[in-house]
């Protein structure tokens, strides 16, 4: 006979946590599901005494259950003691694998075969999926771990790791230096690892350190309790069984993404993206009714917002009508508005006045707005002007925006009413703003920060496809024909279509006839001809300009191959179309047979020094191709005084952001480890506080808001970012040079343990008059800071 | 478009301090001289040139105020937030002002020499001069070879393979005898990375090819008693030519014993890369001190040219 409760909630993190002892408060019947063997499971995943922020700060919290910033352990000892003294109904160990039904009578099936009604069914999921397991009778065995917090805990040990990616790799290599590891790989390779990780396996291994056995996977894992060593592991390899007597055994096999089961329960997603989340009601009710879906699954991915949800839906399944907690944040929003009267009064009119928003669910609405502001510039102010490196997305509520198309033409203005946007170029090429933009008459504009608009994109294809179309339209006027008739644009615009490629993937090559052309609207291209057997780089092509212009000029087969520096996007017109335009309007075809014979010039002399080809595939080699600012060294220059990373240390709080030691070298030109400030930061990603943000001259840099969490760090390819204390005192010269002590510029090392690390990364000295100080401190001039336009200038050595 | 968007300051990518800005301290520094110079040869006082005379105090003034002021790079370059020029701009004007010096002070001696304290703080000026002299060839000479040692590799990175190398070749050692063993483990010991002034700036004195050398004989002694099947030897190529002569006499002594003759070999390769290895890192250090050591010269000898031109502006202003 299956159990009947009012309220299920599945999954035990803050926001179901919270929901469940809501619930409990009120003296409903309900139940608190959780598939571990512990509440909270992604906090609870966290290494040891890691603090945990409480972001944003000027929420207030609204649960039954505490929550102040804090270490893991302080945090999860309150929240067992809190849940425990309101008498919260929780089951440990019951992961869910079906659910099913609707308001009033869902039916819920537990891994251990039991079933239980629900009435209303909390879905708290979050985003971290479950853990793999071994998957073999024993995976539960106590010798079978499936985390290891730290590697120095065990010594001596014999301990079988399971998994072939970054995490198994990781830490059979540091558990080798003190015990006998044994890894298994279920194939006979280690490339899903990252490349250092894959090299410093496969010698070890070689080494005799660390022995594996590949095309092998787990058959059983027996606890022989009264034995030593008390686990044996026996594997089914391409050569028969194996018995392998062991302490441990350390599983890594990553996480199943929740996104199956959730789909399986009848939620629907709106894009096949990754990135995409359900979409919920303003009661955090999802499709299906009487499924309510809350915390980092419904876009929540701070622990406050997600407890305060927690809290809300209960009340929402009981039908009282709380005041979100959001509230009181956008009444003090809006309230600039003209004639504001109340929150709701100003979503809808939001919601009427800007068609790219009317796709969005009211919840979805809040939290946009939430993120974004609410402007009303006086007439004739800049909004942004050309060549800044903001990133925002800009709605027009009311009133009118002017244009400024070209720089030198002042005249050239193109007017925006109500219900249109700009700011899209900037937001998907990742590059500088491409017209400057000045506030019109009673002028109300709806500003919102990339990363919100991105979620926004990706999670409402309708947006998408507007914002799609407007770009292809805008980027062909301002690149292609900016005095083109509109039947003329919109005739290259039918004829295009937008296409992705991976680094190194080729948009032509070389001999083949030229059908198109490309316009880069994101990433970076190398022109490369081939020549005595080896492609020598012609040149760096970067978004915002396009390619393939000359074959369609010139009538004859490509001259060179188009190759994507990085991940790129191009927008492909039609070579008939493109033709068409040029036969119609003279003017532009007298532009780009300017261009096609510059190029031709500029190929020309490329050719006659291939080695300066030798240098742009290097630096394309290093993720340059991305960057919008590097720091270049010219190591014929570098007396290896290291007084850039000095300037670092003792500009940003004794923490350095910059390795000049480490990174490549090609002939004389070095690539020390420090950002690139990628057009799109592959740190920003991934940040729940969205506290990585860019400037307006283009640094990419971390606000305060940083909660610690280490995703940043994880998420840069090129291993710039560290998590650090920074010290608010500087040391003081004179009392150095003159009585010794602490050495400005010398990373100190020097705090309180158990400061809360934050993420530091360059910020350019974006706070500093005159420039990053890493340049200005070089005595030699080997340090530069370098923008893809000089890249060439780089090759040619001037 | 994008591509013709210049927001840097024109200039060279990367321009060294000493053509900075159009060599502009080159020239200042060359008009301060040719001042001086005019300025000396057209004033005739009348007891002869000296530092007495108008023109002796104005160029003794100028070159006391230009040597506090180069002394102040020492400050302004560990003043990193500073916004007063860059450190490139300093080192530039310190390089060419510093060597204006030679001209403007001598001329302020008026050619006097003596044993006092006025000639000291005169020499002294000269040395400092002298060893930035070899500080501004240093760095234009050094960092490239550097580069070059360096091939990629960083100091870290050969000091982590050489801890390998020695452990690999003790597992290898193993399997031979324990004589060879025992050499393996006193050449481990001798190993000399860096050490002394005189070592980092010349070398080790004893170079690990005495323990290379060393390790051959008790290989040889080992396995002369096998037969002589001469098997091709890999050999690493920057093995010195004396050694690869010797490499292939004792590739000669090996054979019979397959395994044996096997792991001989790879000892050998092995501690030839180890040998390699030490090599480039005492390389590495010793190009890093010559690029250094002229500044543990050139400060220590500043103050004490401040100290005697104290002493030297005192004496004059008490005794004179």
């Known amino acids: 006979m299956a159990e009947q409760f009012k309220i299920a909630v599945i999954g035990s993190g803050p926001a179901g946590l919270s929901a469940a002892a809501r619930a409990a408060e009120l003296g409903l019947s309900h139940v608190l599901l959780e598939a571990e063997a512990h509440l909270s499971n992604t906090i609870y995943r966290y290494q040891k005494g890691k603090y945990v922020m409480a972001e944003p700060s000027i929420l207030p919290l609204r649960s039954p259950v505490s929550f102040a910033a804090g270490k893991r352990e302080q945090i999860l000892e309150k929240w067992n003691q809190e849940t425990g003294g309101l008498k919260v109904n929780q089951r440990l160990r019951s992961e869910v694998t079906a659910l099913s039904g609707t308001r009033g009578d869902f039916t819920i099936k537990i891994g251990d075969g039991s079933v239980i009604n629900a009435e209303h069914v909390v879905l708290a999921i979050g985003m971290q999926g479950n853990i793999r397991k071994l998957g073999c009778p024993g995976e539960d065995a106590e010798f079978v771990q499936y985390q290891l917090d730290d590697p120095d805990e065990y010594q001596d040990e014999t301990i079988i790791i399971v998994g072939a990616g970054d995490a198994a790799i990781e830490n059979a290599i540091a558990l080798s230096d003190h015990n006998k590891v044994i890894i ?281 496809r507007v914002v799609d179309e407007a770009f292809l339209r805008r980027a062909i006027l301002a690149n292609i024909a900016p005095d083109a008739p509109a039947a003329a644009v919109a005739e290259l615009v039918s004829s295009a279509s937008v296409l992705a490629f991976k680094p190194g993937e080729t948009l032509f090559r070389e001999g083949e006839p030229g059908d198109c052309l490309h316009l880069i609207r994101k990433g970076s291209v190398t022109i490369s001809r081939h020549m005595d057997n080896r492609e ?122 910059l390795n000049r030691q480490a990174g490549p070298t090609f002939e004389n030109l070095h690539v020390p480890t420090s950002c690139r400030h990628c057009e799109h930061p592959h740190c920003m990603k991934d940040c729940p506080p969205d506290a990585i943000k860019r400037a307006p001259n283009g640094e990419v840099f971390i606000s305060d808001s940083c909660i610690g969490c280490g995703n940043c760090q994880r998420n840069c390819p090129y291993g710039v970012i560290q998590m650090g204390v920074e010290s608010k005192t500087k040391p003081s010269l004179w009392r150095w040079m003159l009585f010794g002590g602490r050495e400005p510029g010398v990373d100190s090392h020097h705090h309180p343990s158990g400061t809360p690390k934050k993420a530091a990364k360059c910020d350019m000295c974006k706070g500093l008059p005159g420039g990053p100080a890493c340049v200005r401190a070089c005595p030699t001039g080997a340090a530069r800071r370098v923008s893809p336009e000089q890249f060439l200038r780089v090759a040619r050595k001037e | 478009m994008p591509a013709e968007i210049r927001l840097m300051p024109t200039g060279a990518v990367h321009e060294g301090f000493l053509a900075y800005r159009g060599f502009r301290y080159l020239k200042l520094a060359s008009l301060l001289c040719v001042l001086a110079v005019v300025a000396y040869w057209w004033h005739s006082p009348a007891g002869g040139p000296n530092g007495g005379t108008w023109l002796g105090y104005t160029l003794g003034t100028v070159g006391a105020l230009l040597i506090v002021w180069l002394t102040w790079l ?148 080992t396995t002369s008693f096998m037969a002589s099947q001469v098997r091709p030897m890999r050999t690493t190529p920057s093995i010195a030519p004396d050694t690869s002569s010797t490499v292939m006499f004792l590739a000669g002594q090996l054979a019979g014993n397959a395994q044996n003759n096997e792991n001989a070999q790879k000892l050998l390769d092995l501690v030839a890369r180890r040998r390699d290895l030490t090599g480039r890192i005492n390389r590495d250090i010793r190009l890093h001190a010559q690029m250094q050591i002229w500044l543990y010269f050139h400060v220590p000898l500043t103050f004490a040219l401040l100290a005697a031109l104290l002493a030297h502006i005192l004496s004059v202003f008490i005794y004179w």
């Open chain 1, 184 to 464: 298994i790989n279920r194939r006979d390779e280690f490339d899903r690892a990252k490349a250092a990780n894959n090299a410093a396996i496969l010698k070890a291994i070689a080494d005799g350190r660390i022995q594996c056995f590949y095309n092998s996977g787990p058959r059983t894992a027996e606890d022989q309790a009264e034995r030593r060593p008390r686990g044996l592991m026996v594997l089914n390899t391409a050569s028969g069984e194996v018995h392998l007597p062991c302490d441990r055994v350390i599983a890594r096999l990553g996480a199943t993404p929740p996104r199956k089961f959730v789909e399986s329960c009848g939620v629907k997603f709106p894009t096949p993206d990754p990135t995409s989340l359900p979409a919920v009601s303003g009661t955090y009710e999802s499709n299906v009714p009487g499924l309510h879906i809350i915390g980092a699954l419904a876009g929540f991915p701070l622990i406050k917002q997600a407890m305060n949800q927690g809290y809300e839906v209960v009340e929402f399944i009981l039908g009282n009508n709380v005041e979100p907690a959001d509230e009181p944040l956008l009444r003090s929003k809006f309230g600039s508005l003209p004639g504001f009267t109340s929150v709701d009064a100003a979503l809808e009119l939001v919601q009427q006045r800007v068609p790219v928003l009317a796709p969005l669910t009211r919840l979805q609405l809040r939290e946009f707005l939430l993120d974004s502001e609410v402007r009303t510039p006086p007439h004739g102010e800049t909004i942004f002007e050309r060549n800044d490196y903001s990133d925002s997305f800009y709605s027009i509520v009311d009133g009118q925006v002017e244009i400024e198309l070209a720089a030198s033409d002042h005249s050239h203005v193109v007017t925006l009413g109500p219900s249109e946007f700009f700011g899209e170029m900037s937001l998907i090429s990742g590059r500088r703003r491409s017209a400057t933009v000045r506030a019109g008459h009673a002028c109300v504009l709806v500003e919102t920060p990339r990363r919100s608009m991105n979620k926004l994109i990706y999670s409402v294809p309708a947006v998408k």
């Open chain 1, 536 to 657: 020598v780089v012609l040149a760096y092509v970067p978004a915002g300009q396009y390619v393939g212009e000359m074959a369609l000029v010139s009538n004859l087969p490509r001259s060179g191959t188009a190759t994507a520096a990085v991940a790129s996007e191009t927008i492909r017109i039609e070579g008939a179309a493109f033709k068409a335009l040029l036969a119609r309007m003279p003017e532009v075809k007298e532009r780009v047979e300017e261009r096609y014979r510059s190029r031709l010039a500029r190929n020309v002399s490329a050719l006659q020094q291939p080695e300066r080809g030798g240098i742009i595939g290097f630096l394309m080699a290093q993720g340059v191709g991305e960057a919008t600012d590097v720091l270049l060294i010219d190591e014929s220059l570098c007396v290896r005084c290291d007084q850039c990373e000095k300037a670092c240390t003792d500009t940003h709080g004794g923490v350095s952001r």
């Open chain 2, 74 to 221: 020492g400050r302004r370059k560990r003043n990193y937030a500073s916004n007063l020029g860059t450190v490139r701009g300093w080192l530039s004007a310190h390089v060419y002002l510093g060597l204006s010096l030679v001209t403007i002070v001598t001329l302020h001696t008026g050619f006097h020499f003596g044993w006092n304290i006025h000639s000291l703080s005169f020499v002294l000026m000269l040395l400092v001069i002298a060893s930035g002299i070899y500080g501004v060839v240093a760095y234009a000479r050094y960092p490239s070879m550097i580069t070059e040692n360096r091939d990629q590799g960083t100091r870290e990175a050969w000091l982590a393979e050489l801890d390998e190398l020695n452990e690999q070749s003790l597992k290898l050692a193993d399997t031979l005898d324990a004589q060879v063993h025992q050499v393996i483990v006193r050449s481990i010991d001798r190993i000399r990375i860096g050490g002394s002034l005189r070592a980092q700036l010349f070398g080790p004195r004893e170079p690990v090819r005495a323990a290379f050398e060393q390790l051959r004989q008790e290989l040889s002694e």
